[in-house]
């Protein structure tokens, strides 16, 4: 008895700090701000419940065409960074030896070790107009003056894709790692050209790991703020800068917390949308992934 | 099919290198069309890689594949008629039965009627009919080696290889497994070249048995050769049990053992042993009676005296354990005519088998 009692003290103790950060961190926060974004402001300390601001942002079209160009260039970002990511993560985990796969995948992480402010600034350093890259153009005599190549949307995705394409290498990685290789001899010794292997074998078996990476970097992307106004500039408009505008700049809270929720919303129906089309579901990738 | 005569598979002089290290050296052997041909020996003799080498895994440092009388140098693995059945089979486990089976048929661009039909034809020829949309994780450990084995099959390949297959197995399915390939390499008259470093599968199972060992062949022959007439100390030691002696040939052609007894060995067509040459002598536990001296009648027999040391019970396999006069222990065949069934623990008896059962090899210098 004393012995059970001691035990379900042990589990409550390690579950505190768990339920207490679930509770704190995350429902408390949103409770908050869904309550704020049913809050209408009519008048100085003046409010009523409504859904007066989601009438606001649609009847706004500038949000919500922000709020659909950031979802658009998050998929974008998505989808190149899977295309960047797999190869980098099949070499790792198939094609490196034993003993240099720890430091390939130390490499990859070492762009964690600095800071996401320090990383932009990098981009800005290569890519401003006195930059490196322009200047190096102009000397080889390509350009005859200055290039601004930040302050768009190739910038803004070069940088995220950059930022986040580690989120993508390991959960393939860990999934393609527990692939047997005699899987995909078989599929060679089947009579299956390099294409049919990669795309009936080792793409389906790396699926969990994919989704999980495509989630994970799609969120990211989405409600990523410092590189999109780095690289992007006032026109990067990204959704979290409409955000956080409400939020400081216009001091209208209100507002700002009816776009956080239509944010999680829409980025959530995204991905749930992303699992339909794929054939694919979340109990299913993180159960093998 | 054109020469039903030429063989399936030839390997000539093959050899191949890792670094320094020599895995398969000059390798040269024929497969004849339709048989059941085993490599057997112990782990890191150069087997896997010789396999590897027919599957194309590996490319030969010198010398030849022909499958069908055609060299395969150079021919990717995907373009090679041979199939294979890895160690642990992999199957792909994100398909189902048919697709698995499909997989192949898909790769050479069947059409879907066909390979529907195909795929029922070859799951009831392995006796699996209906298991069609059956997950891979659902079969058992048997069923899993048949769908294996089945989806190559499918394919109609020139050689099948299968590598250790049933290492995964448990002991009684592993015996009825032997069976069965057997039958279904039967039934499928095609090559199977089947890998494996357990002697009893390679006799069971085989045709032809190739002993592999640092990466020679020591012996081609067929099982019964293997252990009757073994051309190597290695073979000997090798295939089947045996107890082993070492001595020294006397002149006049008599060995004196290490236990003092003095023996003949019935001469190996071929050989010559030199008065002086130390040697290996094998012999089988099958081949030796254990009686009481009293009884012996005659003296044609080689004999090593010894104390019966205890009996080992194990149906068939019986076997009774004699401790010799400079106190090694032998393992005698149980029971024999003249039974050593009745023989108690710690009487003294005579240990007798034929000179044509004595099997001698000179030692290695």
Known sequence: MVQKDAQRLALFLLLMPFALW????????????????????????????????????????????????????????????????FPVAYYIAKVAGRRS???????????????????????????????????????TGLVSGPVEFLYNDAAVVIGLIYTVVLFMIVPIVSTLDGMDDALIEAGYNLGGSRWTVLRRIVIPYAMPGIVAGCIVVFMLTAGSYLTPILLGGKNSMWFTEQIYDQFITRYNWESGATFGVVLLAFTSFVVWLGLKLTGQNLANTVAKG | MTDSRSPDLECLSLTKRFGAFTAVDDVSFEIPSGSFFSILGPSGCGKTTLMRMIAGFEEPASGDIRIKGKSVIGTPPNRRNVKMVFQHLALFPMMNVAENIAYGLRCRGADKAEITRRVGDVLE?????????KQIHQLSGGQKQRIAIARCMVLEPDVLLLDEPLGALDLKLRERMKIELKLLQHQFDTTFVYITHDQSEALVMSDRVAVMNAGRFEQIGTPQELYHAPATAFVAGFVGDSSRFSGRVEAGGTILLETGERITAAPRTGTVLPAGTTVDVFVRPDAVAARRPAELSGDAFNRIDGVLDSHLFNGAQSRALVRTGDGRMIEVGYPRPGSS?????GEAVALTFTPADTLCFAKKA
């Open chain 2, 125 to 133: 020829r392995i006796g699996l009919p209906g298991v069609e949309t």
């Open chain 1, 101 to 139: 796969r720890a430091g390939l995948f130390l490499l990859c992480l070492i762009p964690l070790w600095v800071s996401d402010l320090v990383r932009a600034f990098g981009w800005i350093v290569l890519l401003r107009e006195t930059g490196v890259v322009s200047g190096f153009l102009q000397w």
């Open chain 1, 22 to 85: 679930i509770l704190l961190l995350i429902v408390l926060p949103h409770l908050g701000i869904g309550y704020l974004s049913i809050r209408e402001k009519i008048g100085p300390r003046q409010y009523e419940f409504g859904p007066g601001n989601y009438i606001d942002f649609i009847s706004e079209p500038i949000y919500w065409n922000t709020l659909l160009r950031t979802a658009t260039m998050s998929v974008l970002v998505t989808v190149l960074t899977l295309f960047i990511g």
């Open chain 2, 341 to 345: 069934e009745n023989l108690a623990p």
